[in-house]
């Protein structure tokens, strides 16, 4: 490499990672070479199964058994001392030295990287005394003035408060301030904002931004999400299957990519920048909806006043009022806890709302109550308004064949039987888009995308008219997710459907969605076209949110320009 | 489509285990190519064989076993005496030691026995007499049984050449009696009584268990609360107390009825916790709440999608379940409360052993003890592997 070598903290050169299995070997990272500058951000950006984490975890040695460096060096320089990772004796002094003393690292989930039996302040002071030796008064001082530094308010109240007392946004703060702890020359970040609301991930990567311009860190930042490191990164590097395939400055990576790969990553995270359906704002009013939904509510634990009054508990679900209309994509959006997702399940009825009411327009004309429907009547409710699960894993039965998954639909309706039904499986394999020379096999034959595609077919099977879709491309890759998005659109345009699409992610429903209902703190605080929610909505709430999203254009970084909604800072 | 999209190496080891074998022919490739194939059409009970094949203990804990129900199915014809078979001559005889070759060539035989006078206690005692030579046959007539009470034989795997002959492997006991052909008489009653009370447990545990976990609220509290008042009995004085209230007069068989029935009292408890456990995990499954909303009724859901999902777990609970009830008689038979004389079981046999002076002269007599530990040992590491393949979908 060109770069002087002093002002390489962390050099990363031809390292292998191999995993002995019982009878070959895996080899999760090949040849991998990359280096971070003082201050600089190096991102590392790949898909499921790309070795990213791999390689983040192996800069620390603590990849899992039975995964091993095989070949390599990873060089920590730090003024005249130049210490080689691998050849550290594992678990040695040296290397306890090296972790959370010169290299910090922050987790995905910020649930299970704290113990909850400790205090926040016991847990940082630990840090503080293992490596700098400090006593506990001090260290204690020291770890309030950390909190201080990561934006928690009453640092020295909060310190003597446990992990399940925070929230998310909280707890990686505490992460982070843990990581920093020691004044490490290199933060190691893997995926951590991935299990934050995009909100929250906001706060989060701008607080790493800024602590690391204070202190001239470096940072190696793992990351899927493109929109990400267009807004954080200095340097990228592309991984796929365990090799690095492009690296360089954010500028050319996003604007000159020269590997294919990197090219198909942009425009499968680009594509959902804008709509998919450019068409005409539909004259809503004079087509009857096929589901309206009016003051639906769900309480957990409310108490009812002898005035009818609610009081107390959760209310996951207030007050909700919705119109889907035929062959209209309706989104519902929202952060984690909004009740985006009680919403659906009480639309499918599984769960009971404690109070409003549904009604379901039939394809005749008729309309009906859905919440007095029992037996024969739900049974067919549910055959044309279908759901779409979030997880591929868990929605299909493991010791079920696709041919017996998509065909239960069909044997319990008593619609097709031996050939033809195995003809009307085919059909609709070929419909999703998958060979129907698969029929035989198992669930566990599939890839994630390829199992969402034979939920897909399931909820097909039936001929229905609406499809509720709860999270259904969240599980999945960018690259597939746009895939699963284009097929459900195709599909819409054959079968002429409506959908509910419920999804956190704002570009999913960007791309996807004529309407958007926007939820918060189980209300509906906005609704209005794609267009408008996603370019100049009304409400605050909705600004913050959509400002709070990424852009994949590092000359466009949004998220720093970003509007706040008070409210949610002070549970960030 | 690409197949690059999250897929997890769930069946990297089934790969693994072609990926040798083609490594060197070209002509591997098909194979590996057919066995990808397997795996993708192996159903889930072909999963379960092949993450229980991989581990090793649990199989040869497994081959163990039905060695051992074998000779409780083929008592008769294994053990070289009938169970209740008696020799006064021979009381306390020691083992002896089976030799195989003759003079350099293939030929069984066993030493005779020499009664000598111990000087200092004057009493008698049996030495082995390397003078005499009783010849030992495979396949050999003796004493007349119906195996399986119907198929009237008189042929033993072993046994001496010339019927009348001492030959006694494991020793004998007080009354002359072949240790060895006891504990192998021994092994279908104690081997049973795990079988029969584990069913009755199982029939007791998936009722009242799935009562439990598939409606919740009241049945579920009550179920539960009548699971904590049986395990809070101590089990002991418990079964003690019922087998006492067996009256004596009953027939050997009946009474063998009555004890597994008392042992499983206490014995469903924890296969009903496995399955409330399985159906509470199950019930709020995404497939099982896609198979509701395909139309699918209760039953329909409980039995095509929810029990097929558990049942391997059952069998590894059930697996566990049995040693528990083994020791059980066993207890119950050792303290006298059991099972009865002229049945034999493990437990009836190591009653014999209570004695400390008769077990310092004749040790022969705790060999019963060793069956049951073998057994137990190879129970509970055949259902840990079962227990770890139940799921084959985690790793």
Not at chain 1, 64 to 92: M, Q, W, Y
Not at chain 1, 196 to 211: C, G, M, N, P, S
Not at chain 1, 242 to 255: L, M, Y
Not at chain 1, 367 to 383: E, I, K, Q
């Amino acid at each position: 490499m060109s770069e002087p070598m002093t002002a390489d903290v962390l050099k990363v050169e031809k390292l292998s990672i191999e995993f002995q299995l019982r009878t070959s070997v895996f080899k999760a990272v090949k040849d991998v070479s990359f280096s971070i500058k003082r201050g600089g951000t190096l991102c590392l950006v790949g898909e499921s199964g790309s070795g990213k984490s791999v390689t983040a975890r192996s800069l620390l040695q603590i990849v899992d058994k039975p995964g091993r460096i095989t070949s390599g060096r990873i060089v920590l320089t730090r003024e005249a001392e130049v210490i080689d990772i691998t050849t550290l004796k594992a678990n040695g002094p040296q290397i306890r030295a090296v972790r959370g003393g010169k290299v910090g690292l922050i987790f995905q989930e910020p649930m299970s990287a704290l113990s909850p039996f400790h205090t926040i302040g016991d847990q940082i002071d630990e840090v503080l005394q293992i490596h700098l030796h400090l006593e506990k008064a001090e260290a204690r001082r020291r770890t309030i003035e950390l909190l201080r530094q990561v934006e928690i308010k009453n640092p020295a109240e909060m310190a003597n408060r446990y992990s399940f007392e925070y929230s998310g946004g909280m707890r990686q703060r505490v992460c982070i301030a843990m990581a920093l702890a020691c004044d490490p020359d290199v933060l190691i970040a893997d995926e951590p904002t991935t299990a934050l609301d995009v909100t929250t991930q906001a706060e989060i990567l701008d607080l790493i931004k800024r602590l690391q311009q204070r202190r001239g860190m470096a940072v190696l930042l793992i990351t899927h999400d493109m929109g990400v490191v267009a807004e954080v990164a200095d340097e990228v590097a592309v991984m796929r299957n365990g090799e690095i395939v492009e690296k360089g400055p954010v500028e050319a990576i996003f604007h000159d990519p020269q590997h294919s790969y990197t090219r198909h990553l942009l425009e499968a995270t680009r594509k959902l920048e804008h709509n998919s359906r450019e068409r005409d704002d539909r004259t809503a009013s004079r087509i009857e909806p096929v589901l309206s939904v009016r003051n639906l509510s769900k309480y957990y634990g409310s108490k009812q006043a002898a005035d009818g009054s609610w009081s107390g508990g959760l209310r996951a679900v207030d007050d909700v009022s919705l119109d889907l209309y035929p062959g209209e994509n309706l989104g519902i959006v929202g952060e984690s806890g909004s009740g985006k997702t009680t919403l659906g399940r009480l639309i499918m009825r599984i769960t009971e709302p404690t109070m409003g009411s549904i009604s379901y327009r039939q394809a005749d004309g008729v309309t009906s109550d859905v919440l007095d429907m029992r037996g024969a009547a739900l049974r067919a409710y549910h055959a044309q308004v279908r759901l779409i699960f979030q997880d591929p894993f868990a929605s299909l039965n493991p010791r079920m064949t696709v041919k017996q998954i998509v065909g239960d639909p069909l044997r319990i309706a008593g619609m097709a039987r031996g050939r033809a039904r195995d003809g009307r499986v085919a059909e609709l394999l070929r419909m999703v888009g998958l060979s129907p020379d698969t029929m035989d096999r198992y669930p566990h034959a599939f890839s994630g995308g390829q199992r969402q595609r034979i939920g897909i077919a399931r909820a097909l099977a039936l001929d229905p008219r609406v499809i509720v879709a709860d999270e259904a491309t969240s599980a999945l890759d960018v690259s597939i997710r746009s895939q699963i998005l284009d097929l459900l659109l195709d599909i819409q345009t054959r079968l002429d459907l409506s959908f509910i699409f419920i999804s956190h992610d704002i570009s999913v429903i960007r791309y996807f969605c004529d309407r958007v209902a926007v939820m918060y703190k189980g209300r509906i605080v906005e609704v209005g076209s794609s267009q408008k929610i996603c370019t100049s909505p009304d409400e605050p709430y909705t600004r913050a949110l959509i400002s709070a999203v990424p852009s994949p254009d590092p000359r466009q970084k949004r998220m720093m320009h970003r509007v706040r909604f008070a409210p949610e800072i002070a549970d960030a | 489509m690409a197949r690059t999209d999250g897929v997890r190496p769930l069946f990297t080891w089934t790969r693994n285990k072609t990926a040798k074998s083609t490594a060197a022919t070209g002509a591997g490739v098909a194979e590996e190519v057919t066995h990808i194939k397997d795996a993708e059409h192996a159903g889930a009970w072909q999963l379960a064989w092949w993450k229980f094949r991989k581990h090793r203990l649990a199989v040869a804990s497994g081959i163990v076993v039905i060695c051992i129900y074998l000779v409780a199915a083929f008592a008769e014809f294994l053990a070289p005496q009938g169970a209740g078979d008696y020799s006064a001559r021979y009381t306390y005889a020691p083992p002896q030691q089976l030799h195989i070759w003759d003079n350099g060539e293939f030929g069984l035989y066993v030493h005779g026995y020499k009664v000598r006078v111990n000087p200092e206690s004057f009493a008698r005692e049996f030495v082995i007499d390397p003078e005499t030579k009783i010849p030992v046959g495979l396949f050999v007539r003796g004493a007349p049984y119906k195996l399986w009470n119907f198929i009237p034989s008189n042929i033993h795997l072993i046994g001496p050449v010339k019927a009348g002959q001492p030959m006694y492997l494991w020793g004998a006991d007080r009354l002359g009696r072949d240790m060895l052909s006891r504990v192998i008489h021994g092994t279908r009653v104690s081997m049973t009584v795990g079988l029969v009370g584990v069913s009755l447990s199982l029939v007791f545990g998936i009722i009242l268990g799935g009562l439990s976990g598939y409606y919740g609220g009241g049945i579920d509290t009550a179920i539960q609360r009548v699971i904590e008042f049986l395990l809070a009995i101590p089990t002991i004085p418990l079964w003690m107390g019922l087998a006492a209230a067996i009256p004596p007069t009953l027939p050997p068989l009946q009474v063998y009825f009555m004890i597994t029935i008392i042992l499983s009292l206490v014995g469903w408890t924890g296969l009903a916790r496995v399955v409330r456990g399985r159906f509470l995990a199950m019930k709020n499954e995404d497939f099982v709440t896609a198979a509701r909303l395909d139309g699918a009724r209760e039953m329909s859901v409980i039995f095509r999608h929810m029990l097929p999902s558990f049942a391997s777990h059952i069998i590894a609970a059930v697996t566990l379940a049995i040693p528990v009830m083994i020791l059980s008689e066993t207890a119950l038979s050792f303290l006298g409360v059991g099972l009865r004389p002229p049945v034999v079981s493990w437990g009836v046999l190591l009653q014999e052993a209570q004695n400390i002076r008769t077990v310092a002269t004749a040790p022969w007599l705790l060999l019963p003890g060793v069956a049951v530990i073998t057994t137990v040992l190879a129970l509970n590491f055949l259902g840990d592997g079962l227990r770890d393949a139940a799921d084959p979908y985690s790793d």
